[in-house]
């Protein structure tokens, strides 16, 4: 654990590439990947270990993906979270579509821990078949359900934002920190885990991903770098934290 205190608002955890949905705009660009993989069990310690070594605490701790319940090991990473519970101040989230259902052991697991667990259901409506029925059964248990809407007449943050459009839009620092300004994911201070990279945001890690922008080491943390120093590592993301853009966001 940091020697001072240093806390996040959020941050979400990829634990897997693969899902059952192919959407075209999705945020994290799941379809695009050419080769969707399953962080393994040896990573996902890595990447928590140091992860709450670098953070102090965090109010809430996602675990998605992809569909996160595709991991076959989704209970064991479960249990691995669980062990840094102390840390978590508020919930240990974990978001799904609708298109599966929970495994038993998991479920039993959600019941057990139902006093910091949420379950995140994204509703895409004819695309999320089992949305409706596994959030009425979750909360039947007393687990606590949050169903994020995309569908219908008043979708959330008023529907699908495209996020496909990686050319230059913001060519002076000026600009490029007003869209920082801007931006829902900036302003919530929330990270995401990508592959064991901790970014400002999944398009920060697509784009270094793709070459679109340069790796700048200022920029984002690889958290399954053991090499690296932990007081190194947080001194990086506390800058991170502090700025106001970063090069990705002149490209939104």
Same mark, same amino acid.
């Given at each position: 654990?940091?020697? +001072?205190?240093?806390?996040?608002?959020?941050?979400?955890?990829?634990?897997?590439?693969?899902?059952? %949905?192919?959407?075209? %705009?999705? *945020?994290? &660009? *799941?379809?695009?990947?050419? !080769?969707?993989?399953?962080?393994?069990?040896?990573?996902? !310690?890595?990447?928590?270990?140091?992860?709450?070594?670098?953070?102090?605490?965090?109010?809430?701790?996602? %675990?998605?993906?992809?569909?996160?319940?595709?991991?076959?090991?989704?209970?064991?990473?479960?249990?691995?979270?669980?062990?840094?519970?102390?840390?978590? /101040? /508020?919930?240990?989230?974990?978001?799904?579509?609708?298109?599966?259902?929970?495994?038993?052991?998991?479920?039993?697991?959600?019941?057990?821990?139902?006093?910091? *667990?949420?379950?995140?259901?994204?509703?895409?409506?004819?695309?999320?078949?089992? @949305?409706?029925?596994?959030?009425?059964?979750?909360?039947?248990?007393?687990?606590?359900?949050?169903?994020?809407?995309?569908?219908?007449?008043?979708?959330?943050?008023? $529907?699908? #934002?495209?996020?496909?459009?990686?050319?230059?839009?913001?060519?002076? =620092?000026?600009?490029?920190?007003?869209?920082?300004?801007?931006?829902?994911? /900036?302003?919530?201070? $929330? &990270?995401?885990?990508?592959? $064991?990279?901790?970014?400002?945001? @999944?398009?920060?890690?697509?784009?270094?991903?793709? $070459? #679109?922008?340069?790796?700048?080491?200022? =920029?984002? #943390?690889?958290?399954?770098?053991?090499? @690296?120093? *932990? +007081?190194?590592?947080?001194?990086?993301?506390?800058?991170?934290?502090?700025?106001?853009?970063?090069?990705?966001?002149? &490209?939104?």
């Amino acid at each position: 654990m940091a020697d +001072e205190h240093f806390h996040l608002t959020n941050t979400a955890f990829g634990i897997t590439e693969r899902c059952t %949905l192919k959407c075209k %705009l999705c *945020i994290a &660009y *799941i379809p695009y990947h050419q !080769n969707p993989r399953d962080m393994t069990i040896a990573e996902v !310690n890595t990447i928590l270990k140091r992860y709450f070594a670098i953070v102090s605490s965090v109010d809430s701790f996602c %675990l998605t993906g992809g569909e996160p319940l595709m991991h076959p090991d989704l209970l064991t990473i479960f249990e691995v979270l669980n062990s840094y519970s102390s840390q978590i /101040k /508020k919930t240990m989230d974990i978001t799904t579509n609708g298109t599966l259902n929970f495994k038993e052991d998991v479920v039993r697991f959600l019941e057990n821990h139902k006093d910091k *667990i949420r379950v995140i259901i994204s509703d895409y409506g004819k695309y999320s078949p089992k @949305a409706k029925t596994l959030a009425h059964n979750l909360r039947s248990l007393g687990i606590n359900v949050r169903v994020e809407a995309y569908n219908g007449e008043s979708p959330l943050y008023g $529907g699908w #934002i495209d996020c496909t459009d990686h050319t230059l839009k913001h060519f002076t =620092e000026k600009e490029r920190d007003a869209q920082g300004r801007s931006c829902h994911y /900036k302003n919530k201070r $929330g &990270y995401p885990i990508r592959n $064991g990279e901790l970014h400002n945001c @999944a398009r920060s890690y697509w784009r270094m991903k793709q $070459g #679109i922008i340069p790796r700048n080491p200022n =920029e984002y #943390i690889e958290l399954l770098d053991t090499t @690296a120093s *932990i +007081e190194q590592q947080r001194e990086v993301l506390k800058k991170l934290h502090a700025k106001v853009s970063v090069t990705s966001c002149a &490209y939104c």
